[in-house]
Structures are given as structure tokens and as C-alpha cells.
């Protein structure tokens, strides 16, 4: 019975919408509603056999693993340093968390301006000092691992609280303990204080994965728009593009499902694999 | 006790008064962001002072496309908004939604009337379609090349006044060549420029007379016209003259230009203020010039772009009536006078272009003038009239796509011409396929 409100409302935001955008995609819609078609399947069969579609795939994986890997590895070690017992300590963290406190487009802006390949601040510096003027957004790489950056960045501060929680609850007695034994400070660090990092590595995995399939769209239309050519039209984006700037929202929620459908069996196979490893309990 | 009952009953009695007057209102949705929202919010206020009765309420949607989209939305969930402002290439699709009626129709309903014949010929031709007006112009504009007048006179460049593709090459390269600038040139890489370019040149952009006599089913991506611009585009890109710009990146080309990067910027006019205010600000002078064309073709001269208001359907009589009194204020001589004056679009109704000119404004601030003498010297046709089709939106996509293909085909060493070729082909495929998913979906499939 008291479940009654959040069902309620999971009901009407989360479970109605999904089921009404699983038939959209069963249509060809025009226009919004003007007018729509059943066609079946044909939207998921369009998907499937495009290959701008299947090349969305591929950057996607790219900008994920490119998002979620190295940047828990540099919030990690970002979280080790600020948790020294230095001077200005406190300061060093609340600047770390800062880029969390911001909106993705703000960070999307930011990152913008900086490389504007020709008015930047970033490029200016680089051609007094190396001579080099990259083309951040016309190079397909670059551009890639442009929009991979500030989405790495923008998250650090969410890692860093969590990994700083964290290190900061590992007893003290096991890493001495370790010391005593000889161990040094790499070997303490992998095989201490990773493993009883696991928990929180597995959740921020998870998380991760979430933050860079869905929420970096506002990185990728504010920077890059999806080009150069298709180069960063990670699959939040081609769906957005598809369902609001094509109008062509029979299509974009077949892309939603796909991507609901993909991230789900992603989860699934994380938590199959990896929960073993998870050493929960100090 | 007593001043306190006192204070009850004034507030009642207000609270009677504003009840007893109740105003009529609707929303005004657009698009006009950054410094234009302020001048909007003005106008509004304006109008809501002379007409009492009723209310606008102006809402900056955000983008073109995001306020069509918001509109559509909104009239599909049974609250549409009152007047929206819809962006020109959107038109076919403003009309297939079902969500407008035209704005003729809602101004004869209400009893009001309106000289057609008052507006500029080559704007009224954009909106009516079949004889009938279905939006009402309000912010039009058309691209001209902003110059650094500094930069030309340092390097003893001089550009025309109807400068050609030749022109634009020579003078870039004099000034790059020279050091005066890093590039010659830049604008952002956006499919209006390719589609006036297509009209300067006569070229229709789709078949059936551009979309006019019936529903198109392809594009003339791979006509001499589209060569003609993209040879010309990847050979300034080649030779380092022109700044590429991330895609549609508006704000980055005008920056690049301000920041004294680039010596030419191709823009609109609609930022004609603002630009010669922030090129002072920056330190240098800027004049304006046509938009530049091939130099073997005869100007036939541009389309007009910018946006145009349309009124919902779904509305009551009193609203309807709010909105087209809403729509006639807006372009009355005075208003437009005012936009044009704050903004650079150019001025609708010929009545105001004259008060303008014997007002000596022109002299003043000839910049002002040069979108309009370009518009002027337009003939219609289908070609400057502007492509109708629904499609417009994912098409626009590809052409301004192509350029990217072109670069990096152009990176890998091919030649610019064969760049282009191959760029455009791939381009037209993919549009032309756009094309006809959309008629298939509003059930008009291509033959």
C-alpha cells in the first residue's frame, strides 16, 4: 500500500513512456503524430542493415571504454593524492569535485572555446610553444578523443568523491600490517587497497557506463554536432538527431530500444563477470 | 486592526479589477537568442501597453528547430502556443503538421486587412504558396561577406562591392601570403551558404521547380552549380586560405573573424549591428560587401532567410484576433523600422525601406544597405524562391556534411575536383533517399 505513490509515479514517467515508445517504434511516424504507418519490425531491420547505424556502434564502444576506463583510472589516482595529509588538502578536493557541479553543456562550452582550432586558448599555446595548431574539430581522431576528454572530465568529480570515501574508510591496520611484511608502496596499493576498493570500482563502473551512453549527449551537440562527417555520432546522439532534427521518430525509438535493450545486456554481463571478484567487507 | 481591514479591502478590490479585466493572452514562441531576446521581451511589453485587451507573452524556445519542435509538440498535447516563429526551410513542414493555419485566413476571420503589396515582392513570394500567404514575414535576411577593413588596407587589398569566387581567391591569398592574417577567410559550414549559392546561380535545388509546383523527389547536388562551389571551397581550404568551423558552428566562424583570424567573414546580415559593434570593440572596422559568386555566372541573386511568424489553429476567436493584430503591430512601419535599426534584418515592408532612405539612415550606416540592395536586385524565381520540402532538415544535414567528406578526401591527396565529385555523390544519395522516406511517410511516396 505505501508503495502505491512511487508506483504510481514509475508508473506514469518511466513505464508508460517505455511501453508508448516500444510501439512508436513499431510505426513510421510523421511529423510527430501527423500521421503514423504500422510497419512492423522495418524500423530495427532499417537500423541494423544502415551502416551509418553499425559505425555509430563502433564509436560508441570507443567513447564509452575511452570514458569509463581511463577515467577511473585517473580519478583513482587523483583520489590517492588528495587523500594525503597535505597542506591544502581540502582545497585540492573541493577543486577536484568542481567540474561535477556543472552542467554538461557548460562543460561542453568550456572545452569548446579552449580548442577552437583557430581562436583557442589551447592552440595558441601550443603554436608558440611547439608550432602546432591541431585541427580539433575537423580531424576524426582528434575530435573523438576531444569529446572523450571533457566527458572524462566533467565526471572526475563524481569518481573522486566516491574513490576518496572510500579510501578513507580502508583500515589503517591492514595497510601497516602490510608494511611490517615488507610490502612496498606499489604492492600495497594492489594488493591491499584495490581489492577493498572493488566495491566501489564495480558501482562507479556501472555508473560510468550510464554517464557516458546517455548523459554526455550535451558534450557531443554543443562540440561536435556528430562530424566531422560521422566521426563522433555516438548512438544518444544519432537518436536525437533521428527522433528531433529529422523528425523521424519511428526510427529514433527503435534506436532507444536498442540502446535500452544493449546497455541492459552490458549491466547484466558486468555484474555476471565481475561481481565475483567484488570483495565486499573489510 | 482597522488599517489592516483597510489594506483587505484594496487588495480585494484589486484583485475585482484585474478579474474584471481579462486580458486575452498568448505566447509568443521564438528563436531570436542571445541579444535579440531583450529586444524581443521590448517589443512585446510595447505591444501589451497600446492593446491592453491583450497579452503576449514572448518565450525564447531556443533554436529554430527546437522551437518547431516545441510547437508541434505542444499543439499535439492540446496546448499549442499563439504565434510561432518558424525558420524559412521548416515551411513544408510547418504546413504538413497541421498545427498552423494560414496567416491570410486568421486575418481576414478576425476583420482585419493588410496591403500585401506593401512587403518587399521577393519576401512575400517565400511565404505564399498556391496564392495563399501562410506565414507572415517578420526577421528576413540574407548572407553578405563582412571584411576587415584594416587588414585589407595593410596588405593594399581591395575587394568589390559585388565581389566574385576569383575575387574572394585573390585577395585571400594576398593577405595570407603575405602575413597580414592567419586565414582569408571563413563562415561556418552550413548548407544555407550552398543553397544561396545554388540560387545565385539559378540553380534549382530539387526538382519540380524547387519543390513549388508539387512534392520533389531528388536534388541537383551533382549539377555544374554544386561543383562550381565546392571546387571553389576546397581549393581555398586547400591552399590554407579558408578557417573550417566545426559543424554549423555559427559562433566559432564569427569568433575566428573577430578575433582577426580570418580577414573575410561570409555571414548574415541579421548580426550587422552587432558585428560592427564588436569589431570596434576588438579594434578594427569592418564593411560589408554581396555575397560573393562564381564569376561566370550572372548574379540572379539570393534567397531570403530568417524566419516567419505563423498562428495555430487551435485557438479561440479572441486569440486569433490577439495574434493577428499581434503579427500586424509587429510589421507595422515603426516596428520594423526598430527591428531592422537593433538587429541588421532587413526591413519587410517597402514603406519602411523608403522612410529609411529619406531619414538618411543608409548614408549613416551604408552596411545596412547592402543585404537589401542584394534582395533588391533579386529575380524571382523559382530558384531564389526557396526550395520547399519536407525533408529540408536531414538534407541541410548532408550538404553542409559534405564538406567534411570533401576535406578529408582533399587530406588523403585527391584533387579538389575529384574531392567534390565524390563528395557530392555521396551527398545526393543520401539526400535524395531522405527525400522520399519523408513523402513515404506523409503517404505521397515518391513515383
Known amino acids: ?282 | 486592526m482597522k488599517r489592516f481591514l483597510v489594506l483587505m479591502l484594496i487588495a480585494l478590490l484589486g484583485f475585482g479589477v484585474a478579474l474584471g479585466q481579462e486580458k486575452v493572452k498568448i505566447t509568443f514562441w521564438h528563436a531570436m537568442g542571445g541579444w535579440r531576446i531583450g529586444v524581443i521581451e521590448r517589443m512585446c511589453a510595447d505591444f501589451n501597453e497600446i492593446f491592453p485587451q491583450y497579452e503576449v507573452v514572448p518565450e525564447f524556445k531556443g533554436s529554430y528547430r527546437d522551437t518547431l519542435n516545441a510547437a508541434i509538440a505542444a499543439a499535439r498535447a492540446g496546448a499549442p502556443a499563439g504565434v510561432v516563429q518558424i525558420f524559412e526551410v521548416g515551411t513544408r513542414m510547418a504546413i504538413d503538421s497541421g498545427v498552423f493555419e494560414p496567416v491570410q485566413k486568421v486575418i481576414e476571420e478576425a476583420g482585419l486587412e493588410v496591403d500585401w503589396g506593401q512587403f518587399i515582392p521577393a519576401v512575400m513570394s517565400y511565404y505564399t504558396i498556391d496564392g495563399t500567404v501562410y506565414s507572415f514575414p517578420f526577421n528576413s535576411s540574407n548572407p553578405i561577406l563582412y571584411y576587415n577593413v584594416d587588414i585589407f588596407e595593410k596588405a593594399g587589398v581591395e575587394l568589390p562591392k559585388k565581389p566574385t569566387f576569383e575575387d574572394v581567391y585573390e585577395a585571400a591569398k594576398k593577405i595570407v601570403e603575405g602575413g597580414y592574417a592567419p586565414y582569408g577567410i571563413t563562415w561556418p559550414v552550413h548548407s544555407w551558404f550552398v543553397e544561396q549559392w545554388f540560387a545565385e546561380q539559378g540553380q534549382l535545388l530539387v526538382d519540380n521547380e524547387n519543390g513549388l509546383a508539387g512534392r520533389p523527389s531528388q536534388t541537383y547536388l551533382l549539377s555544374d552549380a554544386a561543383k562550381r562551389i565546392f571546387t571553389w571551397w576546397g581549393k581555398l581550404y586547400k591552399e590554407g586560405l579558408y578557417a573550417p568551423t566545426a559543424f554549423e558552428a555559427w559562433g566559432e566562424a564569427k569568433r575566428n573573424f573577430l578575433a582577426q583570424q580570418a580577414a573575410m567573414l561570409i555571414y548574415s546580415t541579421s548580426d550587422v549591428a552587432n558585428m560592427r559593434a564588436q569589431a570596434l570593440d576588438a579594434g578594427f572596422h569592418v564593411r560589408t560587401a554581396y555575397f560573393p559568386v562564381p564569376a561566370e555566372v550572372e548574379r540572379h541573386g539570393v534567397i531570403i532567410g530568417g524566419g516567419s511568424l505563423w498562428i495555430s489553429k487551435d485557438l479561440t476567436p479572441e486569440q486569433k484576433k490577439a495574434a493577428a493584430e499581434f503579427v500586424l503591430w509587429i510589421s507595422s512601419v515603426a516596428q520594423t523600422i526598430r527591428w531592422h535599426q537593433l538587429t541588421g534584418y532587413f526591413p519587410v515592408k517597402l514603406t519602411a525601406l523608403q522612410a529609411l532612405e529619406e531619414e538618411g539612415w543608409y548614408k549613416r550606416f551604408p552596411d545596412f544597405k547592402t543585404a537589401i540592395d542584394q534582395l533588391q536586385e533579386t529575380e524571382i524565381s523559382p530558384a531564389t524562391q526557396g526550395a520547399k520540402m519536407g525533408a529540408f532538415l536531414e538534407v541541410r544535414e548532408y550538404i553542409g556534411k559534405a564538406f567534411y567528406r570533401m576535406k578529408e578526401l582533399i587530406d588523403q591527396g585527391k584533387s579538389v575536383e575529384e574531392a567534390a565529385e565524390i563528395a557530392l555523390k555521396e551527398a545526393k544519395a543520401k539526400a535524395d533517399k531522405a527525400i522520399c522516406e519523408y513523402r513515404e511517410a506523409i503517404g505521397e511516396p515518391c513515383p
Do not use: C
Open chain 1, 1 to 282: 500500500m505505501l508503495l502505491l505513490p512511487a508506483l504510481l509515479i514509475l508508473g506514469l514517467f518511466l513505464y508508460y513512456p517505455q511501453v508508448d515508445v516500444f510501439l512508436l517504434s513499431l510505426h513510421r511516424v510523421a511529423l510527430l503524430g501527423a500521421r503514423k504507418v504500422f510497419v512492423g519490425f522495418d524500423n530495427y531491420r532499417n537500423l541494423f542493415t544502415s551502416p551509418e547505424y553499425l559505425h555509430s556502434f563502433t564509436v560508441t564502444l570507443i567513447f564509452v571504454m575511452g570514458v569509463v576506463i581511463p577515467g577511473l583510472a585517473i580519478s583513482l589516482g587523483l583520489a590517492a593524492l588528495a587523500n594525503q595529509k597535505i597542506r591544502g588538502a581540502r582545497l585540492y578536493r573541493t577543486a577536484l569535485i568542481w567540474p561535477y557541479a556543472l552542467s554538461p553543456a557548460a562543460a561542453g562550452t568550456i572545452w569548446f572555446f579552449l580548442f577552437s582550432p583557430v581562436a583557442g586558448l589551447v592552440n595558441y599555446f601550443l603554436d608558440q610553444t611547439f608550432g602546432i595548431k591541431p585541427d580539433w574539430f575537423g580531424d576524426k581522431h582528434l575530435a573523438l578523443f576531444l569529446i572523450t576528454a571533457t566527458a572524462v572530465w566533467k565526471n572526475l568529480g563524481y569518481n573522486v568523491i566516491f574513490y576518496l570515501a572510500a579510501l578513507q574508510n580502508i583500515p589503517k591496520e591492514l595497510l601497516e600490517a602490510a608494511q611490517v611484511d615488507g610490502a612496498g608502496a606499489f604492492r600495497r596499493f594492489w594488493k591491499v587497497t584495490f581489492p577493498l576498493l572493488s566495491p566501489t570500482t564495480f558501482f562507479l563502473l556501472t555508473m560510468n557506463m550510464i554517464y557516458a551512453f546517455f548523459e554526455t549527449f550535451p558534450i557531443v551537440d554543443i562540440m561536435t554536432r556528430g562530424g566531422p562527417g560521422d566521426a563522433t555520432n555516438v548512438l544518444i546522439y544519432n537518436l536525437y538527431r533521428d527522433g528531433f532534427r529529422f523528425f523521424k521518430t519511428g526510427l529514433a525509438s527503435a534506436q532507444s530500444v536498442v540502446l535500452f535493450i544493449f546497455v541492459v545486456i552490458l549491466t547484466l554481463i558486468q555484474f555476471k563477470a565481475l561481481e565475483r571478484r567484488v570483495h565486499y567487507g573489510a
